[in-house]
């Protein structure tokens, strides 16, 4: 009987163009943010504000910050408005998903839980554990810390990392959470504290009087620009401006702004 199975065939044509549909769809539109982004003139970039130096509040009441200058550079190459949305932690990645905003540039590292989710560009800023000081004190190697206090945080990686480098003579005097190490090295307690560097950015905002400044490196953990899932055509934009910026120069110079130390040698 080959004609009812001829019959059933256009019918098949169109449940499978049916069950297709969907993905079709989905692929179409998970390339449409550049598009969107060009037409409109407007690239919505999602950003902290509550951790300096990469990004806060300024007297002025105006966000400000390594990731601001970035995200402020990335438009001014694609040619179009930046929109200021800022974020958490907890809700910068849900604003991608979301649609809230195009790119989130808010000290966004990463890792595999978070590439299930969203994508990531090429890293723009290093983001960093080191010793921090008075700059009055020179420390310029791991050497020049034998004599010294040095506070940190018991357990936490800037203990780990201190105590690889740390000299004969060195006092690593030990907190127990990460405001007792601050307020020990604010009353004068240590000389010096390994912390991370927005730790290090809130307390030279809040304490500008102490004229604290990046001292030694204890770890790197570079700074990526977050993409919505799928969205290749942005992210792969997004990474020619950094690839360019970081061939220019430019991002040596944000790096030495905000960071007071040179960009390094970020992964490709």
């Avoid at 020049?144 to 006092?171: F, H, N, S, W, Y």
Wanted: aromatic letters at 6%.
């Amino acid at each position: 009987m080959p004609a009812p199975a001829l019959r059933k065939r256009p019918f098949l044509k169109l449940a499978c163009a049916i069950a297709l549909a969907p993905a079709l769809l989905g692929t179409a539109q998970a390339q449409t943010a550049l598009d969107d982004v060009l037409a409109k003139k407007v690239l919505v970039v999602a950003i902290p504000t509550d951790s300096a130096p990469y990004g806060y509040v300024g007297t002025d009441l105006a966000p400000q910050g390594l990731d601001i200058d970035m995200a402020n550079l990335i438009g001014a190459k694609l040619g179009v408005k930046v929109e200021l949305v800022p974020v958490t932690s907890a809700n910068r990645i849900p604003y991608l998903q979301t649609k809230k905003a195009d790119l989130v540039i808010s000290t966004l590292g990463k890792n595999p839980e978070r590439e299930k989710v969203i994508d990531f560009t090429v890293p723009y800023a290093p983001f960093f554990q080191a010793v921090f000081g008075p700059k009055t004190l020179v420390v310029k190697t791991a050497a020049d810390l034998a004599g010294k206090t040095i506070g940190v945080t018991r357990g936490a990686m800037e203990d780990q990392e201190v105590g690889k480098i740390a000299p004969a003579g060195v006092d690593i005097k030990r907190f127990e959470d990460m405001n007792g190490t601050v307020s020990a090295y604010a009353a004068g307690q240590v000389q010096l504290m390994g912390v991370g560097a927005s730790v290090a950015g809130n307390f030279s905002a809040k304490n500008p009087q102490v004229s604290t400044e990046f001292k030694l490196l204890l770890k790197d953990s570079p700074c990526f620009v977050g993409v919505a899932k799928g969205e290749d055509k942005l992210r792969l934009k997004v990474n020619e401006i950094i690839t360019a910026a970081r061939a220019s120069g430019e991002l040596n110079k944000l790096s030495l702004k905000w960071l007071g130390r040179p960009l390094g040698d970020l992964p490709s």
